[in-house]
């Protein structure tokens, strides 16, 4: 009996790893880097309504929220949320906006959703945890990719010896790679940081926009099929730490606005 359960918990810890880690966005290391972040740059005000809506828990504990209820058919409608595909050529603005919504949408919506004092406790919650996930997603530059490669899911690469895909490259790969946990990583991202309050500056569109201006860069020195490895990773993993710094003080300046 006791031998069952253990394989079980094995089997349910690789396949979470799996469907998880490698299939999310920016992996949990990355979301709950975000997390991380944000929570250390929440004024008080926002911090004390935070933790009362999430029962104490810490933004990067339910910062994979809507990952985690992809595999519940109840929230399929939410699928389309996570991301927006539009030309290279185009802004957010410009684009044909797809009928099931999208990530620009679902930004929207939370935030509407959490300013509203008829939302119900419960809603709040889920719309918190929703906005948490999202301007992580925001800034991972596969989420504002390209229609014809799924936002390089089908963008298949080589990630040292392994198969992958230019999407799961910046999701986890390289954060992975990295071997730093999400507190070591979200230390070391703030350290020696100035808070600039420009950076913030913007609507989720406006942001959205500028992510698609630099995936539209990552196209340019890659090849489908390429063995990527240190050289890819040293050539951008700054980059990494620059859109999960970006996420977590947007994140935290949006949730100052609406509780502070």
């Known amino acids: 009996m006791q031998r069952s359960i253990f394989t079980f918990l094995v089997i349910f810890f690789i396949l979470t790893t799996v469907v998880l880690g490698k299939n999310g966005d920016w992996g949990p290391t990355g979301h709950r880097t975000v997390g991380e972040i944000a929570q250390k740059h929440l004024n008080k005000k926002a911090e004390k309504k935070v ?31 996570h991301y927006v595909n539009y030309p290279f050529d185009q802004n957010y603005a410009q684009s044909q906006k797809s009928k099931n919504g999208d990530i620009i949408v679902a930004i929207e919506t939370s935030i509407a959703k959490l300013k509203n004092p008829k939302t119900s406790i419960d809603e709040q919650i889920m719309y918190l945890k929703f906005l948490i996930h999202l301007i992580g997603d925001l800034h991972q530059p596969l989420h504002i990719g390209l229609e014809s490669d799924k936002g390089g899911n089908d963008f298949q690469v080589r990630w040292f010896n392994n198969g992958s895909n230019l999407h799961r490259v910046w999701d986890s790969d390289m954060i992975e790679s990295f071997n730093m946990s999400y507190t070591e990583l979200s230390t070391n991202i703030l350290d020696g940081k100035i808070y600039d309050k420009t950076l913030v500056l913007g609507t989720a569109a406006e942001w959205a926009d500028s992510t698609h201006l630099f995936t539209a860069t990552l196209y340019k020195d890659i090849q489908i099929g390429d063995k990527l490895g240190y050289n890819y990773s040293y050539d951008h993993f700054h980059e990494v730490q620059m859109q999960l710094y970006l996420s977590g003080i947007r994140l935290a300046n949006i949730l100052n606005e609406i509780y502070g």
Request: charged content about 35%; hydrophobic content about 25%.
């Open 51 to 81: 933790r009362k809506l999430l029962n104490g828990k810490s933004l990067a504990y339910v910062s994979n929220y809507m990952d985690e209820i992809k595999s519940d058919r109840k929230y399929d409608q939410y699928k389309p949320w």
